[in-house]
């Protein structure tokens, strides 16, 4: 069973579907509050991006979206703290 799900979404007007895993879906949903946008909206300016994420298609630039608005928006780390193998391990 995956862990993704599916929901539709309307871009240009048009149903399309998206498989996302649900930390995806709320991560999106989030911005799209904090932006004052419906996830419709959201969406339809992330499908204009595709190709300058260079992503694949819509989910994929979802995923690169906001992954990258949340780092933005997480103050940087010094580099001498951070150890991302004791997070892998944990």
Same mark, same amino acid.
């Given at each position: ?6 929901? !539709?979404?309307?871009? +240009?007007?048009? %149903? #399309?579907?998206?498989? $996302? ?8 949903? *989030?911005? +799209? @509050?904090? *932006?004052?946008? #419906? $996830?419709?909206?959201?969406? &339809?300016? $992330?499908?204009? %991006?595709? /190709?300058?994420?260079? =992503?694949? !298609?819509?989910?994929? +630039? ?5 992954? /990258?608005?949340? %780092? +933005? =928006? #997480?103050?940087?780390? @010094?580099?001498?703290?951070? &150890? ?7």
């Amino acid at each position: 069973m995956s862990s993704k799900k599916l929901r !539709n979404v309307y871009v +240009a007007g048009k %149903r #399309t579907s998206m498989r $996302l895993e649900a930390a995806f879906w709320e991560g999106l949903e *989030e911005i +799209a @509050q904090k *932006e004052s946008l #419906t $996830l419709g909206e959201l969406c &339809n300016r $992330l499908a204009e %991006r595709v /190709d300058v994420v260079d =992503a694949s !298609n819509l989910s994929s +630039a979802v995923r690169v979206y906001v992954l /990258d608005y949340f %780092r +933005a =928006a #997480t103050p940087k780390r @010094q580099e001498s703290s951070y &150890n991302p193998l004791a997070v892998a391990a944990e």
